[in-house]
């Protein structure tokens, strides 16, 4: 095990990576859940897009994301991005002592809202990929069938800050097959989407119902900081720090973006 002293203080931030801004929406959930909880999000920007990387690369910078997030003294680690936690959860849960929460495609809440019991899954060609996804459908699709799109190309969309009007007729290209599968219920596969939801649900028929998992993963992260004796303690301020692989203003214009935009960004 590398790098983790366990039990020190439960004043320690929470640490969260993603390829680039994606988890950004994650982190904003478990600041909504969590507010007495300090966060240090780093972006691997200087990696992205982890979508089209092979699995062995994407557990290298996993592991190397890991050792930034600890250097900064964190108490647990969110991997708020579904393609590294497809690939690599597993290797950074063995290699690790911090805790770890993951996020992966909402197969089981997806299949217990659809009606039809058709779901669409939205992510990047790395995730649709994994045996992770293949191993959830099969164990929590809970009779319904789930089709996968791979939409190589749409988080670097959202990570360059492309305008709806570009955004919007690739998203159709890769959202046809679900609806021409009758999908009643379509997961958002990847962090990026969070922050295309607005185009998808207009996308997509009426009724719809478009599904991501960043809420039950700040639920999960309580669960685990209350297990473990890790929660803060609710005295001093606690802070939101951003760091990033890749150009630090850039990151900053982003989140400005979308502040300015109406999300609930710390
Ligand atoms: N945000 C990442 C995910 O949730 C992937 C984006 C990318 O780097 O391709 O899968």
Redesign the pocket.
Known sequence: MLGYDAGVTDERPIGLF???I??VAVLSEIRRLLPDESLVYFA?AA???????AEDEIKRLAAAATDVLLERGVKLIVV???????MALASLRSRYDVPFVG?VPAVKPASSLSRNGLVGIL?????VQTSVLADLIRDFANGAVVNTTAAPGL??L??AGAQDAAIAPVLVGFLDPLIEAGSDVVVL?????FFLRHLIEKSLPAGTQVVDAAEPVARRVRQVLEESGLSASGIGAAGVEYITSGDRPQLLSCLRRWREAGYAIP
Do not use: I, L, Q
């Not at 992510?123 to 995730?127: P, Y």
């Not at 596969?189 to 989407?193: L, Q, R, V």
């Open positions: 993603d390829s680039g994606g988890g691997d990696n992205f897009p982890y979508g089209p990387k708020a991005c579904n393609t590294a936690s497809t996020m992510a990047t060609e790395g995730t988080a670097e959202v990570e596969g990847c962090t990026h989407y």
